[in-house]
């Protein structure tokens, strides 16, 4: 069983849930994001610790984000997924800080053209969402789709990038 470090964050969106090995950071979990099933992309078999020492870095970053002071992140990350998950969710630490992309772009860098549904479910799958940020993909016709936070949510953060009105 391995140990899980937690902690809360409160943000400009409500309290985010910071989750780590103890080494990366693993998941950011939005406010009012349902917890996964059990055994599916969670931690809940494992040794859950709460423990704001390994977050000192992360936290201090996200509230520079959220003040407009910081456009890119450093911090050691660790998601668990799929090697086509990896794939997209490194794909999207490309957008640059107040871009957007559509899901037919994202699907052409990470390789292939017909695939938008399986990016798209790669994206809503996202592990450490803002960090690895996948609210900067938005549907083809402009529109905000799905974001686990919500499209309220959504658009606050692009709003913040300077990609929405």
Not at 133 to 139: D, E, L, S
Request: aromatic fraction near 6%; include cysteine; charge should be positive.
């Amino acid at each position: 069983m391995a140990t899980v470090y937690y902690t809360e964050m409160k943000c400009p969106l409500g309290t985010l849930v910071l989750e780590s090995d103890g080494r990366a950071l693993t998941r950011v979990r939005l406010p009012g994001e349902p917890k996964p099933a059990a055994g599916r992309d969670n931690h809940d078999s494992d040794d859950r610790v709460r423990d704001a020492k390994p977050f000192r870095e992360a936290t201090t970053q996200l509230r520079e984000y959220f003040a407009g002071t910081r456009r890119t992140f450093d911090l050691p990350l660790a998601p668990r997924g799929t090697p086509f998950q990896l794939k997209v969710w490194r794909e999207l630490r490309k957008i640059p800080y107040g871009s957007t992309i559509t899901y037919a772009v994202l699907a052409h860098r990470a390789g292939n053209d017909k695939a938008c549904r399986a990016v798209g479910a790669a994206n809503g799958r996202n592990p450490l969402p803002i960090i690895v940020p996948c609210h900067r993909v938005i549907g083809t016709n402009g529109s905000l789709t799905g974001f686990g936070g919500g499209l309220a949510a959504k658009h606050r953060l692009l709003k913040l990038e300077g990609a929405a009105d």
